[in-house]
């Protein structure tokens, strides 16, 4: 299976990466900066037999509380399951 996991770099992301590729999985792990829902995506979805949304939002401190970093993660979980 080709499967696109978001979050692979964290805690509960490297342990799936891990196990999935054990299984003999194809996992598409992109980083930040690479996978950028807001914009264009940069993998054909159509391509993947799976997807593993473990993104969480960072942890920021500004002056809104969060408000605006939590808007952006929900409409880029969005995007995620548009496509």
Known sequence: MRIL?????????????TRLEERGEEVLAPRH????????????????DAVIHLAKTPRYRDPSGGAEVHAVAARATARLLEL
Request: overall charge neutral; proline content about 3%.
């Open 5 to 17: 996991l978001t979050g692979a770099s964290g805690f509960l992301g490297r342990a799936v990466r």
């Open 33 to 48: 900066a690479e996978l950028d829902l807001a914009g264009a995506f940069r993998f054909d979805p159509g391509a993947l």
